[in-house]
């Protein structure tokens, strides 16, 4: 559960939304706004990691089709530590459901996603 409410907390908050809307709405433009041009994200499913940059990520989101309907999300925990923050939470597309561990900086004043560590928790139908 993400219980709190602190400026930091609650920006920290809101960026995690706009992350699962942008998943779940398949929106390039939140990503390139949202990241960092230092993130990366990787892949633990599977004994292969897969690592791919802040272009690969947009690219790869710009590949697919927008889900309908509200978006599906679990925002489980967020935890701000001075410019520092974690958060966890499950984002659904079409076909599957994701787990993903998300860090975030204070950069110049904003909180930007610097990295991604996520795994598929689900590859049946979209929950929701």
Not at 20 to 37: M, N, S, T
Not at 63 to 92: C, H, N, P, Q
Request: aromatic share 10%.
């Amino acid at each position: 559960m993400d219980g709190g409410s602190h400026p930091d907390h609650d920006a920290v908050r809101a960026q995690a939304l706009a992350y699962c809307h942008g998943v779940y709405k398949a929106q390039p433009e939140v990503f390139e706004k949202l990241c960092h041009d230092a993130f990366h994200m990787v892949c633990a499913d599977g004994p292969e990691l897969q690592v791919w940059d802040k272009a690969a990520y947009l690219a790869r989101v710009t590949a697919r089709d927008a889900a309908d309907g509200d978006t599906v999300y679990d925002i489980e925990t967020i935890e701000v530590d001075g410019d520092m923050a974690r958060v966890k939470l499950r984002v659904g597309v079409p076909g599957v459901l994701y787990e993903d561990y998300l860090g975030f900086a204070r950069v110049a004043g904003e909180w930007k996603l610097i990295n991604k560590l996520f795994r598929t928790a689900d590859s049946s139908a979209q929950q929701g």
